[in-house]
């Protein structure tokens, strides 16, 4: 499902510019890996800018998908 969903959101980022801050947390971890290089900055700022509010599920999300991101 997971999966599913990102690759939806990865299809509507490719189509329209994304004003990241609309995401869910959830929404913008779940999309690691699939954002445009050029949109990957505001991409990026957002994310970070969320860090200090995520519960542990989203920590422990955050960090599974930036370890992939990273390979």
Do not use: H, W
């Amino acid at each position: 499902m997971k999966i599913i969903i990102a690759f939806l959101l990865a299809c509507t980022i490719s189509f329209a510019k994304t004003d990241y801050s609309e995401m869910s947390t959830q929404e913008l971890i779940a999309i690691m890996g699939y954002v445009k290089k050029s949109e990957q900055n505001k991409f990026n700022n957002e994310l970070r800018s969320r860090i200090p509010t995520m519960n542990e599920k989203e920590k422990k999300e955050y960090l599974k998908n930036k370890k992939k991101q990273n390979k």
